[in-house]
């Protein structure tokens, strides 16, 4: 970036500082605003009646017991929606060959998921909307359900989409360099090795929550939405509803967790917002925990058949993988359950030097739940397969798995370059994050307390992870492909007459600290005190036009427009200033909410008394003088496609063999996100999405039938990580900042999610496999580990 | 979730709720602690009619040794067992057990008589009571009776009580104060569920070899169950006789086990065999 | 509408008198009711921990209460949490700590960790963990929270 010079260094700075989050005062004190606690006049609940099949026709729906119970205003059925809702297909262009068929929100003719919604009671409480479901006759013809990916395209297997020849949604190889040279070259070692990756979900502890209302005689719908992109919402609900967008508006506010599930469309939603159209008064929906296992989207189902080339001094010779993955029935709109694989296929590897490259994913269509983007899209499975086999590898060439990655990693001053997969990488640091790490983690200690143990029949294991991290999407990850998501971002700062700033920014906050760093950073270059500056997020009609927070853009995307916004603002301050001091502005500076001499620090006028000369006495401006105390500035990366962030981290673990349990002893991992911006939040996240992760590879599971029956949707049947199992971990930072922004800051959101599974899995398997055994599949539940012990041959 | 619609009633005597009950019994059900009644209304995998809340009689509250052992009342909640002194009198198990039931909001409301009539095969209370020799008091209109814990227990949420009768108490007999006992149990988390659990007693004294043991697994079939084989292969076993232990732990072959979401038949017999050796060995 | 019952309940100090619908569970009575929101709901069978109030100054799941049951007894949820002693000084170490991240399992949170400090006040991390592990959170992985229970204890142990 040129033109715009910042001091990052400097001793009043705030950018880089762990500064505790003002805003998250009032939810210690129960204050928060959540969508649930909304209440509205005249507000009615609705309860969806969800399939209880997973394949089936509708043979009919009699709702005429349920219209006359208690409380119940209305019941709908996806026909009656027929004619208010627009179809939508979750596709997009630059995923060449993706095909979906038209979703309705609630269905019509047939159901294929279980789940799905087949008619929606409106009521005035949500228990007696419950109560009145009871009382809707639906008769289905089932039909067999396509529950089983890796059989889904075999020939025989049952069509779910009529029109289509198979149930194929997408597929698409890469291939570089002659990976069949890699493989059949005798001198290599090669592994090969079935990956499994258990389909979970993300389990926000608030569940997904809307409340729609609209106002016919203004057209305006307004729609407070638990989410995190209300712009992508606003342009959803306008199309599908056949309304203008500037008349949709979308309030996202205090949001209980997202993680990627409350940023896609649900029928459930679009059907709320539609039926508010109809009824013309607020209808509330809040998705109850059963629902939620039901219908918030899954990820991370995946089958992969891998291998890779090793020579005997260690380098990689080639990678080469065949991906299956069960997606729904339908491809998620509007970001589609493509893109999930598509990383998969573009992340594999990457952060090694790989010469010989091929890799396939098929994505294909089932009767379960659908699939889409959940924290880390792609990564957990994309650096599992390679880094477990790495360590597989090392381990046949009897070679330490940290000398196998200084091997291998790309070379920290050989940027830029591109991985084999064709990602442009540049400024990563995977080299010197290895380093850190095994300074941090004391590795040689760790080594030899893993031996003295075994002998007492204590098997302790060590893994790692050396990973990549989308963050900072260009316009390329969707708008291209003609996604309605913003990929440009903008913000808005102001001094009001008191002195206080105010920031309106397009991207939200779910808990992560968005609206913090977007004070810290304007409070930074303006000078002012943290506790003045005010930031508003999250309403379409008040907020820049913007793409919201995903793929760990809020920081390095909305916090660089933030940056821009403010420094333009104080030039506009410092002009206002000079005229009004007769002074020049190169010669003022702002300090503590003080116009100030540049080299001697006098203060010299407080910013209130500039803003209330400039609001309330334009008389005592020169004529000419046209102050303007309010600037906006947006941002999007050009640089490159994606702004790669890289990791390492390591996993030290408990193997109790008797009964397959693993305790996760201690975790470290070394980000580079570029320019920290508050290590108190960034720690954190990358802290809860480690924890995240540990449960993908441990405990979390969607467990179908073979009818197609989702069997565990109770939090007392889907494990997630609670407090008593999860270690103490360790965050060390190195901080390369993106030349792509001045701010030079990349996203850490996801980091955490993305590696940690891989480099459990590597510890389980350097703890089993001595033994003879080696675990493959994810989550590594006891049952799975005893019965990996049991395969082995090896006397113990 | 929202329960379905039913009619609340809070008796004061237990003349009154036995009155309550004795009319369409099986359409009704009893209040204790909630803790488990409650999620399944919200879930509605329970719907009775009539809500019979026992908060009202005081007499269920009481925890006090009578002749024949101690008398814990049906509504005493976990915590309450776990700050009375009389309790850890008579055993020390209760003790051992108590931190892995749930979590303290969950003890402080659910109680020892609602584990016992809801009898789910993973829980601790139903085994610990029959390591204990403990008896089951019920009462209904048609008169009292006392249960032995080993033939109350029968199956899946299925016990010996009628739908018209009220667990009024759980009696500990007073053999159980020189019972010496073990407890093991593997749960994924804190709290949770057992996976697979075992409450041991036996009749001797700490240094003294096993003499009759009572070996009860939870949390792998349909039911607690007395894991027989174990028992008679250690009669006899001293306490430090390691290769005895664990071959007795083993003796499992003769017992039915229950797969559950995420462990096979196999797994199972394969945890409560770790169970009952770890356990034994804490002996 | 089914069968109704007159409570009379005290909550966070204030005399309340309802007419309430039998089946009304208490975290939907003192959010729907009362418009005390601050209590959340996260599953509705007593696992996630996130409804979790005081009643009687025991900490209870709310959402596995009846608001018939509290009749004559004292609730007290996160909106009436006195500011001060160690209540405030653990909404200021939590603050300081980055303890809460979407605050959606934070009043629970908080109830549990207040009933840490006031009954067993151990500074042993895996006492806390254990004491904690009924209640879910999402974002934090919990170390933070683990942290500022310490600090509070601690510092509560120096004076």
């Known amino acids: 970036m040129t033109g715009v010079k910042f001091d990052f260094d400097k001793p009043t700075k705030l950018i880089g500082q762990p500064e505790a989050r003002l805003d998250a005062k009032r939810l210690l004190h129960g204050r928060g605003r959540f969508v649930d606690d909304i209440q509205l006049p005249r507000m009615l609940h609705a309860y969806f009646i969800r399939s209880p099949i997973a394949h089936g026709k509708i043979v009919s729906i009699n709702v005429s017991r349920a219209i006359d119970a208690d409380g119940v205003v209305n019941v709908f059925t996806g026909k009656d929606l027929e004619n208010v809702v627009e179809p939508y297909v979750g596709v997009l262009s630059h995923l060449a060959g993706l095909r979906s068929p038209p979703q309705a929100p609630v269905a019509i003719d047939y159901v294929k998921w279980q789940g799905e919604p087949v008619a929606v009671v409106l009521a005035h409480s949500r228990a007696q909307a419950e109560d009145a479901a009871e009382l809707v006759e639906i008769e289905y013809d089932e039909l067999p359900a396509v529950v089983d990916m890796e059989k889904a395209l075999d020939e025989g297997c049952p069509l779910i989409h009529e029109g289509y020849d198979s149930n194929l949604a997408w597929q698409r190889t890469v291939d570089v360099g002659d990976v069949s040279n890699a493989f059949s070259n005798p001198e290599n070692f090669v592994v090969k090795k079935k990956f499994k990756f258990g389909r979970h979900t993300g389990v926000t502890l608030e569940p997904r929550t809307s409340i729609a209302e609209y106002d016919p005689s203004d057209d305006q719908l307004t729609v407070w939405y638990s989410g995190q992109a209300p712009h992508m919402m606003q342009f959803i609900f306008a199309k599908h509803l056949g309304l203008l967008e500037e008349n949709v508006r979308v309030i996202s506010q205090d949001v209980g967790g997202s993680f990627g599930i409350k940023v896609h469309t649900y029928g459930d939603e679009v059907a709320v917002a539609a039926i508010a159209k109809l009824l013309g008064r607020p209808i509330k929906f809040t998705a109850d925990r059963y629902e939620s296992f039901m219908s918030d989207i899954h990820a991370r189902d995946h089958v992969v058949d891998a291998r890779m080339a090793i020579s005997a001094s260690g380098q990689i010779i080639g990678l080469e993988f065949d991906d299956v993955t069960g997606i729904g029935p339908y491809s998620m709109y509007p970001r589609t359950s493509a893109i999930e694989a598509n990383q998969v296929l573009n992340l594999t590897g990457a952060p090694y030097v790989i010469p010989n490259y091929r890799a396939t994913s098929k994505v294909v269509f089932q009767n379960k739940n659908l699939m889409c983007q959940y924290r880390a899209v792609g990564h957990p499975i994309a650096m599992a397969i390679c880094d477990c086999l790495l360590e597989e590898a090392a381990a046949q060439i009897q070679m330490d798995p940290v000398e196998v990655r200084r091997i291998n990693l790309m070379a920290d001053n050989s940027y830029p370059r591109t991985s084999a997969s064709g990602m442009k990488l540049d400024e990563l640091s995977h080299q010197a994050a290895l380093n850190k790490l095994i300074e941090m983690m004391d590795y040689n200690s760790l080594r030899s307390d893993q031996l003295e143990l075994r002998k007492d029949g204590v098997f302790r294991g060590i893994g790692f992870v050396s990973m990549v991290e989308v963050t900072n999407p260009s316009p390329m990850f969707y708008g291209i492909g003609g996604a309605p998501i913003a990929s440009q971002d903008g913000a808005t700062v102001r001094l009001d007459a008191g002195g206080g700033i105010h920031v309106s920014s397009s991207v939200t906050e779910q808990g992560q600290g968005t609206n913090a760093i977007l004070a810290q950073i304007v409070a930074d270059v303006l000078g002012v005190d943290l506790a003045r500056v005010k930031v508003t997020t999250g309403d379409t009609k008040t907020t820049p036009y913007g793409g919201g927070t995903w793929a760990s853009r809020g920081a390095g995307i909305g916090g660089e427009a933030a940056l821009l916004a403010a420094n333009a603002l104080k030039e506009q301050i410092l002009d206002a200033a000079s005229v009004i001091l007769q002074a020049k502005p190169a010669d003022l500076d702002i300090k503590n909410g003080q116009i100030v001499d540049a080299k001697t620090f006098v203060e010299k006028l407080s910013l209130s008394d500039l803003a209330r000369t400039v609001y309330y006495r334009g008389n005592e401006l020169p004529d000419e003088a046209k102050p303007e105390l309010v600037a906006t500035r947006h941002y999007r990366v050009t640089d490159a496609p994606f702004v790669f962030t890289n990791g390492a981290m390591a996993a030290h673990v408990e193997v109790d063999i008797e009964t397959g349990f693993v305790k996760v002893l201690d975790f470290w991992a070394v980000e580079d996100c570029g320019r920290v911006i508050n290590p108190l939040l960034v720690d954190e996240q990358i802290r809860g999405g480690v924890v995240q992760g540990i449960g993908g590879a441990l405990y979390e599971e969607c467990l179908y039938s073979d009818e197609g029956q989702l069997l565990n949707t109770s939090l007392a049947d889907y494990l997630v990580p609670m407090a008593s199992e999860m270690p103490d971990i360790h965050v060390a930072h190195i901080e390369t900042p993106t030349k792509s922004s001045v701010l030079g800051a990349k996203g850490a959101g996801e980091a955490g999610t993305g590696g940690a599974p891989a480099a459990v899995m590597n510890a389980v398997n350097d703890a089993l496999r001595h033994l003879g055994a080696t675990i493959y599949q994810m989550p590594m539940t006891p049952e799975r580990i005893l019965s990996a012990l049991a395969e082995t041959k090896a006397d113990h | ?283 | 509408m089914g069968q109704t019952k007159k409570i009379k309940v005290t909550v966070n100090g204030e005399r309340i008198e309802r007419d309430v619908a039998v089946r009304t569970n208490l975290s939907d009575f003192l959010r729907n009711d009362l418009g005390l929101t601050g209590t959340h709901v996260g599953c509705e069978h007593g696992v996630c921990g996130a409804c979790t109030v005081r009643v009687n100054g025991q900490t209870v799941r709310s959402c596995l209460m009846l608001a018939v049951q509290v009749d004559d007894l004292e609730v007290t949820t996160v909106e009436g949490l006195a500011d001060s002693g160690p209540v405030s000084a653990l909404r200021a170490a939590f603050l300081k700590r980055n303890a809460l991240q979407c605050g959606y399992c934070t009043p629970g949170m908080l109830a549990s960790a207040i009933e840490y400090i006031e009954k067993i006040g151990d500074p042993d991390r895996k006492k806390i963990r254990e004491h904690l592990s009924g209640n879910y959170c999402r974002c934090t992985g919990y170390q933070s929270i683990v942290d500022a229970i310490c600090d509070v204890i601690q510092v509560g142990a120096e004076t």
Do not use: W
């Open chain 2, 1 to 283: 979730m929202k329960a379905s619609e039913f009619t609340y009633e809070r008796p004061t005597e237990i003349s009154e709720a036995l009155a309550i009950v004795a009319q369409e019994p099986d359409e009704k059900a009893f209040l204790a602690g909630g803790q488990s009644l409650l999620p399944m209304m919200n879930f509605r995998l329970a719907a009775p009619k009539t809500l019979i809340d026992l908060s009202g009689l005081k007499d269920l509250k009481e925890i006090v040794a009578v002749g024949d052992g101690l008398r814990i009342g049906a509504t005493v909640t976990y915590s309450e067992l776990g700050a009375s002194a009389l309790v850890s009198e008579f055993s020390q198990v209760f003790d051992s057990v108590l931190p892995h039931i749930a979590h303290s909001a969950i003890r402080n409301r659910g109680t020892i008589g609602g584990s016992v009539a809801l009898a789910d095969p993973a829980a601790e209370m139903p085994a610990v009571l029959m390591a204990l020799g403990a008896s089951v008091e019920l009462a209904s209109q048609r008169g009292s009776r006392f249960v032995l814990a080993d033939e109350f227990f029968q199956g899946l949420y299925l016990t010996d009580r009628k739908d018209d009768e009220l667990v009024l108490s759980v009696l500990i007999p007073n053999s159980s104060k020189s019972l010496s006992t073990g407890f093991y149990e593997l749960a994924r988390r804190h709290g949770d569920y057992a996976i697979a659990g075992v409450c041991i007693s036996d009749d001797s004294r700490p240094s003294e070899a096993f003499n009759a043991p009572k070996v009860v697994l939870f949390g792998v079939s349909d039911r607690p169950l007395r894991a027989k084989s174990v028992e008679e292969r250690l009669v006899g076993v001293a306490r430090t006789d390691k290769q005895k232990i664990r071959s007795a732990s083993e003796a499992l072959s003769d017992l039915i086990f229950d797969s559950d979401l995420h462990n096979s038949q196999d797994t199972k017999r394969r945890l409560a065999s770790v169970c009952v050796r770890r356990a034994l060995e804490a002996m």
